[in-house]
């Protein structure tokens, strides 16, 4: 049972276009969302994250939207660089103090072509 | 803090064999969890503890897992008996509660492969 998918196994865009990555969830009990990028041979780091509350936030190139009443978030990253090629998860809690653990979806592997 | 190491970064074992993996978390954080990846799917719950309690252990824990984290600092999971489902890169991260998911900081993992 999928709790948060991300459909898109892959994804090729040029440097300097938008990156859109999506994510879907379907427990109405999360309400804290991440998202991280983990490179080959190293573990997932922090990108950016929301609360329920918001439905945008903002971090430099890297913009994540929540939309809740679809149950649906996404990233974009503009404008999208060669360094930015690597595979983004989705993660989603119902529980932002981590009482609960995070919950993550497959990956998107994203390409940036130069 | 050089953050979250894990230790190995690989083993090979032969099915039916014990194994046991090391994480040493950043120092000031009080929660470690484990998570498991395997091809293509993204990291899984297994556990977690605050200080040196276990909290949380998920029904993918079966009972050849087991996990310690003695005195509040370092972790280790063991797997009893492994079997080659049992391949797959071992996640650990750390955090400080209640900032909690904002902080969480992974390792690099150890890739076990069963043979």
């Known amino acids: 049972d999928q709790q948060v998918k991300q459909n898109s196994p892959s994804l090729s865009v040029q440097e300097g276009r938008i990156s859109i990555l999506n994510c879907d969830y379907t427990?109405?009990?999360?309400?804290?969302f991440l998202w991280y990028k983990k490179y080959p041979a190293e573990g997932p780091t922090f990108l950016i994250s929301?609360?329920?509350?918001?439905d945008k936030n903002e971090d430099g190139r890297f913009t994540v939207f929540l939309n809740k009443s679809a149950k649906h978030l996404s990233l974009h990253i503009v404008p999208s660089q060669p360094g930015d090629s690597a595979v983004y998860f989705c993660?989603?809690?119902?529980?932002?103090?981590?009482?609960?653990?995070?919950?993550f979806g497959k990956g998107t592997r994203l390409s940036v072509i130069a | 803090d050089t953050g979250v190491s894990q230790d190995p970064r690989h083993k090979i074992t032969k099915r039916g064999q014990n194994v046991t993996f090391r994480c040493d978390p950043i120092?000031?954080?009080?929660?470690l969890y484990w998570y498991r990846q395997t091809l293509g799917q993204g990291p899984e719950f297994l556990t977690y503890?605050?200080?040196?309690?276990?909290?949380?252990k998920s029904r993918l824990l079966s009972d050849r897992f087991s996990a310690e984290r003695p005195k509040g600092s370092f972790s280790t999971l063991e797997i009893q008996r492994t079997e080659q489902g049992d391949s797959a890169m071992y996640l650990c991260?750390?955090?400080?509660?209640?900032?909690?998911?904002?902080?969480?900081?992974f390792g690099s993992g150890t890739r076990l492969t069963v043979v």
């Open positions: 929301i609360s329920s509350i918001k």
């Open positions: 120092s000031e954080h009080n929660r």
């Open positions: 503890f605050q200080n040196e309690a276990q909290l949380e």
């Open positions: 993660a989603a809690s119902a529980d932002p103090s981590g009482n609960t653990p995070l919950v």
């Open positions: 991260a750390s955090s400080l509660a209640p900032r909690g998911n904002y902080g969480y900081t």
């Open positions: 427990n109405s009990m999360f309400d804290y």
